[in-house]
């Protein structure tokens, strides 16, 4: 039997190497990677508060991220694609198309 | 023997997560992150969500990870390798990062609420059965609207990937 805190500590802990990749990579490739780690690490917390709580509604609520993760990784490369094409860059910092 | 295994798959997970950022190669992170949702996957099965656990892999390491080797594939990443993070002072990303961690694990062990040693519900755990019904009866328009939002995503994905015929 596995401690809640744990699951809770390792969702942390992913999480937190996530949002560094997101935020520290110049790679967008990284970036989006970095951001599936994060959507996991989210989903470890909902199945663990699923099974702590013997509630089937964490594991439903992580299939629905599963599939928005399958959409938006899909829209994101297509972009990334696109974005290659035009401005043949891979860099986060030289996509100042939106003066961001 | 489940709290072993469950620490030795936390630790191969961390480990791949790092590697995931670390690496100068944008191959080498796109396989650490496939180990990565391996772990996760191991995971899932001691969390006893056997299904998810088969999910994870059809998914991530199916079909997102060939996604990213794909792409990959497609444009050039050696120009990429030569600079792994972004220019200039990382400081208050380090910062943020260190506050945003230390208070999700200040506010998740400080609240009793989680430490609890037993499980309040009664333990027989979460049957398929349960799930389906749970996920084909009360959640019924979400999935219907989760499939709409894949077809979109696929016809975007597309439309934006084409080269223009114009």
Known sequence: MVPLWWSIVLGVALFVIGAGGVLLRRNILVVLMSLELLLNSVNINFIAFGHHFADSRGQVFAIFVIAITAAEVAVALGILVALVRNKSTLRSDDVTLMKG | MVQGLFLLFAAASVIAALTLVLARNPVHS??????????????????EAPLLAV??????????????????????????VLQRFLPGNNLPAMVLLALLGTEMLVLVLWS????AATPPAGGEGIGLRQLAT????????????????????????????QKEQR
Request: hydrophobic content about 75%.
């Open chain 2, 55 to 80: 999910i994870q892999i059809f998914v991530y390491v199916g079909a997102i990870m060939v996604l990213f080797i794909f792409v990959i594939m497609m444009v050039d990443v050696r120009e990429a």
């Open chain 2, 30 to 47: 796109a396989l650490a992150l496939m180990a990565c949702f391996l772990q996760i996957s191991a995971i899932f099965v001691l969390l």
């Open chain 2, 112 to 115: 009793g609420a989680f430490s």
């Open chain 2, 134 to 161: 749970s996920l084909f009866a009360e959640y019924l328009l979400p999935f219907e609207v989760a499939s709409v939002i894949l077809l979109a995503a696929l016809v975007g994905a597309i439309v934006l990937a």
